[in-house]
């Protein structure tokens, strides 16, 4: 079953000399259970990709089905954004970005009560994340592969149907990294989100369904990882 469907996605800045074409034509469906990975190198558009199907970015032109429905065409958005994101999206990032102040229960606690969701499913995503342990430990004595799993959970805090995460493994070791990458599976297979991870760690290819590539803009067919 298809999560998001984007059809021709476009976003330039700047203009004359300045122009840059951050993002050229780009299409992509993500079906739900699948994980798939977004290569290239610095530069490519792939984290503009990313903002733009979670609609932190809106395109200059193109399409966006979410299962199956119009939100976004060339006359505007057809949606709430607010609620799209509350409900729809999880987003995991390079850092954790967790509130200091509050253990890590507390942290994927706000995330439920801003999605919407009991404040229980907060133990019960750190469980099933190997961390429940550490419920009630502030983000600062955490270690690195926690407090990402940590943020996992926050993210997944409002049942999202696509999950997008840029560059989650980038301050991880290998063990640690590969440890989050086959987190991402699980959630695509257990919990029934599309996954969607931009990467440049090929040593975990082989986690993922599909790879895609991009390049200046450009991104670039499927294929099996």
Not at 164 to 187: H, I, N, S
């Amino acid at each position: 079953m298809e999560a998001i469907r984007a059809e021709h996605l476009s976003k330039h800045y700047g203009e004359g000399d300045t122009l840059v074409r951050a993002l050229t034509d780009a299409s992509l469906v993500l079906h739900t259970g699948s994980v798939v990975a977004l290569l290239g190198p610095s530069g490519a558009g792939k984290s503009t990709l990313v903002k733009t199907l979670g609609l932190v970015t809106l395109p200059d032109s193109g399409r966006i089905y979410m299962d199956g429905a119009l939100v976004l065409d060339e006359r505007g958005l057809h949606a709430s954004v607010q609620e799209l994101r509350r409900s729809f999206f999880g987003f995991v990032f390079q850092r954790p970005n967790l509130v200091p102040f509050l253990s890590a229960q507390k942290n994927v606690e706000l995330a439920c009560e801003i999605g919407g969701t009991p404040k229980r499913r907060a133990r019960e995503l750190l469980e099933w994340l190997d961390v429940g342990h550490r419920a009630s430990a502030m983000p600062d004595t955490l270690s690195g592969g926690e407090q990402q799993r940590v943020a996992i959970a926050r993210a997944l805090a409002n049942k999202p149907r696509l999950l997008l995460a840029d560059e989650p493994t980038a301050a991880l070791d290998k063990e640690r990294g590969r440890a989050v990458m086959e987190l991402f599976r699980r959630v695509a297979r257990e919990q029934g989100a599309a996954v969607l991870v931009v990467t440049h760690d090929h040593r975990t290819l082989d986690v993922f369904d599909e790879l895609h590539e991009m390049e200046d803009g450009r991104l670039g067919p499927a294929h099996a990882a």
